[in-house]
């Protein structure tokens, strides 16, 4: 049986307690499908992973021997999740990152394989309701669009409701506008354009959301990233949210107001289908 | 010789990489000064950790159970430095808190014990020099206060500058008001007044910026929690910086604007002497 975990490259090791993933958040992450032992939409991930170390400053890793890691997790999953977490890894006390100067920390590397969870497909036939949530997104546009480890705000607004009725709560950042579900992107369709918050401020910029964005520009259809209020979605011909691992969920209703599934929705799950668990 | 590191008690030992205190931040930390063998401002450093744990609905860790690890560690250590870490424990995917009806997340428990770092005579004889910095701070009022492990906002700060002559940067929150240093609290006097920011949207309650605040009162000294602008603070009569180990630094120079070293900051300094690493 293949490790489920890989700590720098070693099946099922540990992680130093002084790393600065754990003290600072200090580091990044993917979630990844894994679809007949292939994680998929690799380039965008990894493309996205690298643009976050930029933003970081942190060490970039070798592409090709994450791939490498991530084939010795996925070979022989069907179906699964592959996480990857790279932080600035152990350092002694202080924010303070090591200069050229001085001992450089040496990132850690971590990929996690787990079980896909079951999606009910009765999210993709008649659409998902989603709540507001009271928590909302700070504003910071050095952070803004990285899939970082900072995640806090999420986990609050996440622990927000229990009803298992209720799939997702949608965000928004301090001046009320909607950028993102907790673990998700949002769209909205109007007048045949597909248009989706601006993350200049706060946000992740997710891959299936680039995706999404890539491909109905191949499609022909118009794409605009917009500042957007609830009332923006509420107003919209179809509403529908995304990740890497369900793909899209389309949207019923958004609290107390009712939504249409529509047909460029629809048009994009089918797309959509084999990059993700989609079942 | 003593573990520098104990982990849910066990010596030197290492953190499951599915730790949601490395995943999300998901988790608290304290910062303690240690003289002659003992950590200092113990019961000040518990209770913010247990308020901690109540806003964020972590388990409450046992307090005399932290006290025997803390001094397991601390003793025999003149002069050093204790960072107690708290998070939600390893959980699986998802940001989502278990809930009472299912399997609870243990609490992840470290302790390490860090060398004192030697700080300058100086900073405290003459002052020290601050910056601005560019990087805000978020706005949340629900993580305001708590020293939580998401500290991205603060690895950057203190990444603008490397220049030594530079002892640490003000950060202003996204609507401009003076919130605290990167790993300090901040306070001005005027007229007599003892004032630091308010600390309702952004910025860590500090437990030397608490214990200033009481003492400060019990010697007839009014104190206030205000908003404030650097303005505010470059036309106070005095300004100091304070955290748990390094007690106050008088501030001499904000960028560019010079500040008198006061009577109020020596008087408090002698006051917190016996309590941080002050040299």
Redesign the interface.
């Known amino acids: 049986m293949n490790p489920q975990?890989l700590?720098n490259g070693k099946p099922d090791?540990?992680?130093?307690?002084?790393?600065?993933?754990?003290?600072?958040?200090?580091g990044l992450?993917e979630t990844l499908a894994v679809v007949r032992g292939e994680a998929r939409l690799w380039d965008l991930h990894l493309d996205r992973l690298l643009t976050g170390c930029q933003a970081?400053?942190l060490p970039e890793p070798d592409g090709r021997l994450l791939a490498r890691e991530a084939k010795t997790l996925c070979t022989g999953s069907d179906r699964g999740?592959l996480?990857i977490?790279l932080?600035r890894g152990p350092a002694?006390?202080?924010?303070?990152?090591a200069?050229t100067d001085g001992p450089q920390p040496e990132a850690t590397r971590?990929l996690?394989l787990?079980p896909a969870?079951p999606y009910s497909p009765i999210h993709y036939r008649t659409g998902v309701a989603v709540r507001v949530c009271a928590?909302?997104?700070?504003?910071?546009p050095?952070?803004a669009g990285l899939k970082?480890?900072?995640?806090?705000?999420?986990?609050?607004?996440?622990?927000e409701w229990?009803d298992p009725a209720i799939a997702e709560g949608l965000m928004l950042d301090?001046n009320g506008h909607v950028i993102e579900g907790?673990?998700s992107n949002v769209f909205a369709v109007a007048d045949g354009r597909l248009c989706t918050p601006r993350l200049d401020n706060?946000g992740v910029a997710g891959v299936m959301r680039q995706w999404i964005l890539n491909r109905a520009r191949e499609l022909g259809i118009e794409t605009a990233e917009l500042t957007m209020t609830i009332e923006t979605l509420e107003q919209s011909d179809e509403v529908f949210l995304c990740n890497s691992l369900i793909g899209i969920w389309p949207v019923a209703r958004i609290a107390d107001a009712a939504v249409e599934v529509g047909p460029v929705t629809r048009r994009l799950m089918v797309e959509v289908a084999p990059h993700c668990l989609m079942p």
């Open positions: 975990v700590v090791a540990r992680i130093d307690p002084r790393d600065r993933g754990l003290h600072y958040g200090d992450f970081l400053r999740v996480k977490v932080t002694n006390r202080g924010y303070r990152i200069r971590i996690i787990s969870e928590t909302r997104l700070g504003l910071n050095a952070l970082h480890l900072n995640r806090l705000e999420q986990v609050l607004a996440r622990d229990s301090a907790t673990m706060a």
